[in-house]
């Protein structure tokens, strides 16, 4: 059993290379592994300290504190030609519908068992409303493939499984900012011997090394470093290319066209050459933008292309955001708590009350919730100095509901980053929430800002920074269901 926080938050140990499920390659980055099986335990989630967050994973010895040992589990296992699903067939039935599933860590099933990834519910849903048919939906996702990996790939395999309708997802990744472009990197090289790779691949002593060295890369790495590095970016901060999905705006990517995997150009084109490829074999391509970050260029992109190439688009990112402001507002009537209705004078110009909510379902507060940020009115991000309220005041609706609440007169327009901390000691990292920076924009308001309910330990439809949770996953493929119905070669079939 692995443990899993969805980004490094420490030196990787010796150990770890043994419990790898991908080999390298060339072209691909990686390929999983045949046959390979590993369970990930789930710890995104509230910790004591960011030392105890760092060492979960750099710890020399393979074992999980008892604290954490009944959290979440899911087990990845591939087949023999290393993806996440059953032996692929030799050959296509006769009048079987074949549905192949491209796309990164979203399609594969990140955080999940298998059955409870997208194409799996798929499968599920169109053979029980289409049972008298022949349905199959084969998941070729891959953890951290771009749409530069999913054109090679739909050339290497996709094109010999005769495929009558492809969905292509790719985006999250192609926007990040490692410092070098797929394109360039993963390419077929000459396999010659080396004496320093062996050394790298094979020396113990090496490996040894390289850990040492990195325990005090990330042990210098505070939480405040990172939240700085998110509010104000800058090609410094690039080291952590999750940073820039939190930080970076359209506008960024024009800067930093030198840094990120692909190019918003080159996505146009590697999306398009799919399309092209997936039409030349007499299949149906449609498109998914998997991604919990709106408002990127790739999301504009297959926007564009989805109407020049009359391809159908399912937005996963609108589909989660409309359905998330369901569930938030749900849980405002449950708990009677939805925004006030002003009525009387508007607030003059200038800055917005903005009241920030975190609820403690399963959590003690020994002394008070905090809120960190920086921004004066967040404690110019030092931990544990801005306290919240469940006393009626400051904002708070209700006192004793267990809903903390602080109001900060914040400037609009700004995208705003903060934490919560459980009563920790000021100046101290400590009683963290998730490993995530929360964000927003300050919208223009006459009147007070009720920011949503969050939750201590929780965000509403994730399993981390990153990924959609089980829920997620069955609101997408509900909507791939009803796109993949609609095609002509689905229709014709029947």
């Not at 140990?13 to 691909?28: K, T």
């Not at 609108?318 to 569930?327: I, K, P, Y």
């Not at 507060?365 to 905090?370: E, W």
């Not at 920074?465 to 796109?483: L, P, S």
Request: charged fraction near 25%; aromatic fraction near 10%.
């Amino acid at each position: 059993m692995v443990p899993y926080m969805a980004r490094s938050f420490g030196a990787t140990p010796p150990w770890a290379n043994g419990l790898r499920i991908l080999d390298p390659d060339d072209e691909l980055i990686w390929q999983g592994h045949p046959y390979a099986r590993q369970t990930y335990l789930d710890l995104f989630c509230p910790m004591e300290s960011e030392d105890d967050r760092k060492a979960l994973l750099s710890r020399f010895s393979p074992s999980v504190p008892e604290q954490f040992k009944n959290n979440p589990k899911w087990t990845v296992s591939f087949n023999s030609a290393g993806f996440r699903d059953d032996e692929f067939p030799t050959a296509k039935a006769p009048g079987a519908i074949r549905i192949i599933a491209l796309g990164d860590s979203w399609t594969f099933g990140h955080n999940v068992d298998v059955e409870q990834s997208y194409p799996k519910q798929l499968q599920g849903l169109l053979r029980a409303e289409f049972p008298d048919k022949q349905i199959e939906v084969w998941n070729l996702g891959m953890l951290a493939y771009t749409s530069h990996e999913g054109l090679k790939l739909l050339q290497r395999k996709v094109r010999s499984l005769q495929p009558d309708i492809v969905l292509i997802g790719y985006s999250m990744n192609d926007a990040s900012i490692p410092g070098w472009h797929d394109k360039d990197v993963f390419v077929p090289k000459p396999r010659r011997f080396s004496v320093r790779r062996f050394i790298t691949e094979n020396s113990e002593i090496y490996k040894l090394a390289v850990y040492l060295g990195q325990l005090n890369k990330y042990k210098a790495v505070t939480l405040g470093d990172t939240i700085k590095a998110a509010s104000n970016p800058n090609e410094n901060f690039l080291v952590e290319s999750w940073v820039s999905a939190e930080a970076l705006e359209a506008k960024d990517y024009e800067r930093l066209e030198a840094k990120v995997r692909v190019t918003p150009s080159d996505y146009n084109l590697n999306i398009r050459e799919m399309i092209r490829q997936v039409r030349e074999i007499g299949a149906v391509p449609i498109l998914l933008h998997n991604e919990l970050r709106p408002g990127s260029p790739y999301q504009a992109a297959l926007h564009k292309i989805s109407q020049e190439e009359n391809v159908a688009l399912i937005d996963t990112c609108e589909l989660l955001s409309v359905e998330r402001q369901r569930l938030e507002a749900e849980l405002e009537r449950k708990m009677g708590l939805q925004p006030p209705v002003f009525t009387g004078p508007a607030q003059a110009p200038g800055p917005v009350d903005v009241v920030f909510r975190v609820l403690m379902a399963r959590t003690a507060v020994p002394r008070a919730m905090y809120i960190a940020g920086p921004d004066p009115e967040l404690g110019d991000n030092v931990p544990n100095k801005v306290s919240m309220y469940d006393d009626g005041t400051h904002g708070d609706q209700k006192a004793g509901d267990g809903v903390w609440s602080y109001t900060a007169m914040l400037d609009p327009g700004r995208k705003i980053f903060y934490v919560y901390t459980n009563s920790g000691t000021e100046g101290r990292w400590e009683n963290l929430d998730l490993p995530k920076i929360r964000s927003f924009v300050v919208a223009s308001s006459a009147v007070p800002i009720y920011r949503p309910i969050e939750t201590f330990g929780q965000l509403t439809l994730q399993a981390d920074g990153f990924h959609t949770n089980a829920a997620g996953y069955q609101i997408m493929a509900r909507a791939v269901r009803d796109a993949v119905v609609k095609t002509e070669k689905f229709s014709s079939s029947f």
